[in-house]
């Protein structure tokens, strides 16, 4: 039962979240012109096409327990050929993925106020530490140096404006945007 | 003959120096993003896109389309050399390229693919020169049943014939045209979705979904098989040479030549279907009519020209609709689309009426790209295979890297990298549980078009949407999308109560 579960679950989430935007949809404010459909009635006809498919698949894996599924040609191309096999295999590393996650979201959060070429220096060196490479000297050259590279392609050539921070970080990247000769 | 001084005003476009600089990065690239496992060809397009917001239009849709077209081939050299396909795309040269190699002669193996991609892309030119402007001038007829049809018709093949299992595809694609719905909506100013976010308001760009989920999602999912690919695979030092078929050779496998040409071509303007489909019923198809066809596997010639040829001319049959109807069938077609948008150019049954020596400038540059993945093919194969040796970890980092710029760029706005970091995880999420993220890309990317479509329609024809049923053209199309979506079903039923039974 708990494996009917677990292959159904995604669909539950789906068909959750495809009710409450049913809602949502049907308090979308408009101005109502008799006879014409409204902007509702496309987003309300997929989320009903959306249900339907779910529907089916919680049945299918929750109450009848059946694994077959009609796969899209290319998968069944690839499945016949036996060479997606290997990838099964693969060990699972779910601890180095929630820390990719977390450390991209702390870029993503931390890049307004370092700008972009000290938290980039700090994301690329922690990243592929992270990753489990380990030529120390490699990362702080590839993390200092790509930094660099970006910032020079994207604030030079392609006109590109990166964050730059807030100070007392500004001060390093104006710098460096001094140095580069970017006005 | 107009066609004719438009291509040959096209040539000289592309021969400027600066369009024949870029023309050379983006075969190159594409090669690269090949070679690499970490990178797909899609991704690879995806992260050259922010290069191209400050180029003029025509270096931008040179770059991305050589990188295209390039990145058909590319992912060969190592299938070939080391059984490491690049690219699904590759996979059938595993068969016979990797046997031909083992047998002793990889040269000769790499000869035929490169015949064999140089044929198919001088094949997919010509028919792209022929067929385009008669396609474009035709689709000047349609009005919108009959573009709501072909959209559903493209959709509906995205689904039956992509990767994953169909239901999920389907949710896949559904959930691709609700993100498109976000924002304030064209036609009555309704605010849908936005939750009172403001940058919800402004709608979610669909380059932030194909970055987030094609570049960010399959890092992560990389990331959690822990970089498999620690850059030792390869001995990258063996001897690589290539070594051409005689012309004898080559006339004996003509037809197989020709077939897996048409089939890549009709495969490619099939919407969802792309090089990958291409190549594998290339291959099918030889191993069913070729003369040989039941010793493939065994390292002959024709296992090598039917896929790469399939694959490299199924990019011409994508570029057609693209062109012709502005509708994208495909990953990379759907980047080169937003290129277009991007520099304020529509794609359309128009293209050939308001920029018609544009489009033979890209059809030019494509026979040059042509020739030239051909000759860097030849002479730089050992440094093009020699990346196999970068650290996943490092690539990867980089990845990331290009992609927030590349999000952040296209509209100077932070909380896009939100935008791409959520859709990253989203991209993941669909890996982990199987669900293809192609029709999601392609849904948001059509959705617009398909609403606006639809709506015109309803209003023209008093909401009455049999009209659909009431034109040649767009019934012919819906019954086609039906018949895409449930014979699949329909015949892996039947081959499941055959089983069953036996």
């Known amino acids: 039962m708990l494996n009917r579960l677990l292959r159904a679950s995604p669909y539950i989430v789906v068909q959750l979240a495809a009710m409450y935007l049913y809602q949502v949809a049907g308090r979308i404010d408009f101005p109502a012109a008799p006879g014409r459909i409204g902007p509702d009635f496309w987003p309300k006809s997929i989320l009903v096409l959306l249900g339907l498919v779910c529907v089916y698949e919680i049945i299918k894996n929750l109450l009848i327990g059946e694994t077959f599924t009609a796969a899209g040609l290319l998968e069944k191309l690839m499945k016949d050929s036996g060479e ?89 990247s104006l710098w460096l945007l001094r140095v580069m000769g970017v006005h | 003959m107009e066609a004719l001084v438009h291509l040959g005003n096209g040539f000289l476009q592309v021969l400027q120096p600066m369009n024949l600089l870029v023309l050379f990065i983006g075969l190159v690239l594409g090669m690269l993003v090949a070679v690499l496992p970490g990178l797909t060809l899609v991704m690879g397009v995806v992260l050259a896109l ?31 050399l080391f059984r490491i396909p ?102 009555y100013g309704a605010e849908r979705f936005a939750f009172g976010v403001p940058f919800l308001q402004d709608g979610i760009e669909y380059l932030l979904v194909m970055v987030g989920a094609y570049g960010l999602g399959e890092v992560f999912t990389r990331m959690e098989k822990g970089f498999a690919g620690d850059g030792t695979v390869a001995d990258t030092d063996r001897r690589i040479n290539t070594e051409f078929p005689t012309l004898a050779e080559m006339l004996k496998l003509k037809m197989t030549f020709m077939r897996s040409s048409l089939i890549g071509i009709i495969v490619g303007i099939i919407p969802g279907a792309g090089a990958t489909v291409a190549s594998f019923v290339a291959y099918g198809a030889e191993g069913q009519y070729g003369k040989r066809g039941k010793e493939l596997g065994s390292g002959i010639a024709e296992g090598i020209i039917a896929p790469q040829t399939a694959a490299t001319s199924s990019v011409g049959g994508a570029m057609i609709p693209l062109l012709t109807m502005g509708i994208p069938g495909s990953g990379a077609t759907a980047i080169i689309l937003g290129a277009f948008l991007l520099h304020g150019m529509q794609p359309g049954p128009q293209v050939f009426v308001t920029s018609g020596p544009f489009v033979y400038a890209v059809f030019a540059s494509m026979f040059l790209g042509v020739i030239g993945m051909c000759i860097i093919g030849y002479f730089a194969i050992k440094p093009l295979v020699k990346v196999l040796e970068l650290p996943e970890a490092v690539v990867s980092a980089f990845v990331v890297m290009f992609c927030f710029i590349g999000a952040f760029a296209a509209r100077n706005n932070l909380s896009d990298l939100y935008v791409i970091t959520a859709f990253g995880i989203l991209g993941y999420l669909f890996e982990k549980f199987k669900f293809p993220i192609a029709p999601m890309v392609l849904g948001v990317i059509l959705g617009p078009l398909a609403e606006s479509s639809f709506m015109t329609m309803m209003v023209s024809h008093g909401n009455d949407w049999t009209v659909l049923m009431g034109r040649p053209i767009s019934a012919t199309v819906m019954v086609l999308a039906v018949v895409a979506l449930v014979y699949p079903i329909q015949r892996q039923l039947r081959e499941k109560t055959r089983r069953s039974g036996t």
């Open chain 2, 50 to 80: 922010p290069f191209t917001y400050t180029m003029e239009l025509l270096p931008a849709i040179i770059l991305l389309t050589a990188m295209y077209v390039s990145g058909t081939y590319g992912g060969a050299f190592t299938a070939i």
């Open chain 2, 86 to 187: 690049g690219e699904p795309i590759d996979v059938p040269l595993l068969w016979d390229g990797y046997t031909m190699a083992r047998k002793g002669q990889p040269a000769k193996a790499l000869g035929w693919t490169l015949f064999s991609a140089l044929g198919g892309g001088l094949v997919m030119i010509m028919v792209m020169v022929l067929a385009s402007a008669p396609v474009a001038k035709f689709a000047l007829t349609f009005s919108s049943p009959e573009y709501f049809a072909i959209i559903i018709f493209g959709l509906a093949s995205v689904v039956s014939l992509g990767g994953g299992s169909i239901t999920n595809a389907a949710i896949s694609l559904m959930l691709g045209l609700l993100i498109a719905t976000v924002g304030v909506d064209s036609i």
């Open chain 1, 84 to 172: 997606v096999e290997g990838e099964e295999k693969l060990p699972s590393y779910p601890l180095l993925l929630g820390g990719g996650i977390v450390l991209t979201i702390i870029y993503v959060v931390t890049i307004s106020s370092l700008g972009f070429f000290l938290a980039t220096i700090a994301y690329l060196a922690l990243f592929m530490a992270l990753g489990r490479y380990r030529n120390w000297t490699v990362i702080a050259a590839s993390s200092v140096l790509g930094a660099l590279g970006l910032m020079f392609i994207f604030m030079k050539v392609v006109y590109v404006s990166l964050p730059l921070g807030v100070e007392p970080f500004s001060a390093v």
